[in-house]
């Protein structure tokens, strides 16, 4: 019996996947398990990318300024203010949708490259915002001494396993959610959107509102992560917000698939494994990242899981031929 992962049973992929990622960080080293909690907080903001990208069809690239925006809301709460984690958490996430919400006013006006272009000038506005506005972000320096957050559980966050599982506790809910939202009419709308605008405006949609509150929402959960972030790595600077962060994050998506949750999430994990990996060898990072763009694009335009999704069909096509 042949078990086919891509219709009746898709599920028990993603399962075994967060199975793994459930009991294996007491086995994994200190480096693995930091670089899959960077990973989580990744996939977050690759699957908040893919709101737009993947099932809107705008490729954006100022992405970055929300994780910033949320990472620079919890250094300066806590650090001058001594907030507590809800009102960092609800101060990250509102900044990051305000600011979305006025980015998407600018940019939705525009298509294709044009909003390509835009949204890479809205972020380096939030990028030159936390390189000049020293007396607020520190500037170059960025805002150091982030202490993790105290929840008044009996582990303390501050250890590397417990927080990985808040990592992962966060990057679940973000899963669910965002599928719920995808899978809602709402987001079958959207994806009518990426396929033909004017059909939908024939149809009687409001083509524009939908593609702002898509908008919005993918800036939401990019603050999310950017909450998340920040409390990971205790420190925030504008190289977080810069222009080569937000093309990895959307060759996150473009390398594991778009149009997908899980797809995004994947490429996070293989771009941050990558990245991490390859620069003990060699400083020219922006190269490799290059070159697996470019492979992508050429041998695997719909990502790695649609790739995998092309064989599973193939396979059903010519089951004889899988079974020999």
Same mark, same amino acid.
């Given at each position: 019996m042949r078990l086919d992962l891509f219709?009746? #049973?898709r599920w028990v992929v993603p399962a075994i996947v967060f199975l793994l990622l459930a009991i294996s960080p007491p086995f994994? @080293? @200190? *480096? $693995? $398990?930091? $670089?899959? !909690? %960077? +990973? $989580?907080?990744y996939a977050i903001l690759a699957m908040s990318l893919d709101i737009i990208l993947g099932y809107t069809?705008? +490729?954006s690239l100022g992405h970055a300024a929300y994780l910033g925006l949320g990472a620079y809301s919890v250094g300066i709460l806590t650090t001058r203010y001594a907030v507590g984690f809800s009102v960092a958490l609800a101060a990250g996430v509102l900044m990051a949708v305000v600011v979305a919400a006025i980015f998407g006013l600018v940019a939705l006006r525009a298509t294709g490259v044009y909003f390509l272009m835009i949204t890479l000038a809205l972020g380096m506005v939030v990028w030159g915002l936390a390189h000049r506005w020293v007396t607020m972000t520190q500037g170059d320096n960025g805002i150091s001494a982030i202490s993790r957050p105290d929840l008044g559980l009996p582990w303390s966050l501050a250890l590397s396993i417990p927080f990985y599982y808040f990592a992962l506790a966060g990057f679940l809910v973000s899963f669910w959610i965002l599928r +719920? /939202?995808?899978?809602?009419? *709402?987001? %079958?709308?959207?994806?009518? /959107?990426?396929? @033909?605008? @004017?059909?939908?405006? !024939?149809?009687? =949609?409001?083509?524009?509102?939908?593609k702002y509150i898509g908008f919005v929402i993918a800036g939401g959960f990019g603050g999310f992560a950017g909450v998340l972030w920040a409390y990971y790595n205790g420190f925030v600077s504008p190289v977080d917000l810069q222009l080569a962060t937000s093309v990895e994050v959307l060759l996150m998506v473009a390398l594991g698939g778009r149009g997908t949750l899980l797809g995004p999430a994947l490429g996070a994990g293989i771009i941050v494994f990558l990245k991490n990996l390859v620069s003990v060898y060699t400083h020219r990072w922006l190269l490799i990242l290059g070159a697996v763009y470019i492979a992508t694009i050429v =041998? +695997?335009? #719909?990502?790695?899981?649609?790739?995998?999704? %092309?064989w599973a069909q193939r396979a059903r096509s010519n089951p004889s031929r899988s079974e020999a």
């Amino acid at each position: 019996m042949r078990l086919d992962l891509f219709s009746g #049973e898709r599920w028990v992929v993603p399962a075994i996947v967060f199975l793994l990622l459930a009991i294996s960080p007491p086995f994994l @080293s @200190s *480096f $693995l $398990l930091t $670089l899959l !909690t %960077q +990973a $989580l907080i990744y996939a977050i903001l690759a699957m908040s990318l893919d709101i737009i990208l993947g099932y809107t069809g705008l +490729a954006s690239l100022g992405h970055a300024a929300y994780l910033g925006l949320g990472a620079y809301s919890v250094g300066i709460l806590t650090t001058r203010y001594a907030v507590g984690f809800s009102v960092a958490l609800a101060a990250g996430v509102l900044m990051a949708v305000v600011v979305a919400a006025i980015f998407g006013l600018v940019a939705l006006r525009a298509t294709g490259v044009y909003f390509l272009m835009i949204t890479l000038a809205l972020g380096m506005v939030v990028w030159g915002l936390a390189h000049r506005w020293v007396t607020m972000t520190q500037g170059d320096n960025g805002i150091s001494a982030i202490s993790r957050p105290d929840l008044g559980l009996p582990w303390s966050l501050a250890l590397s396993i417990p927080f990985y599982y808040f990592a992962l506790a966060g990057f679940l809910v973000s899963f669910w959610i965002l599928r +719920a /939202i995808v899978r809602s009419p *709402f987001g %079958q709308t959207l994806v009518g /959107i990426r396929e @033909s605008e @004017s059909r939908m405006r !024939t149809l009687g =949609y409001h083509v524009w509102l939908h593609k702002y509150i898509g908008f919005v929402i993918a800036g939401g959960f990019g603050g999310f992560a950017g909450v998340l972030w920040a409390y990971y790595n205790g420190f925030v600077s504008p190289v977080d917000l810069q222009l080569a962060t937000s093309v990895e994050v959307l060759l996150m998506v473009a390398l594991g698939g778009r149009g997908t949750l899980l797809g995004p999430a994947l490429g996070a994990g293989i771009i941050v494994f990558l990245k991490n990996l390859v620069s003990v060898y060699t400083h020219r990072w922006l190269l490799i990242l290059g070159a697996v763009y470019i492979a992508t694009i050429v =041998y +695997a335009p #719909e990502g790695l899981l649609g790739a995998v999704r %092309q064989w599973a069909q193939r396979a059903r096509s010519n089951p004889s031929r899988s079974e020999a």
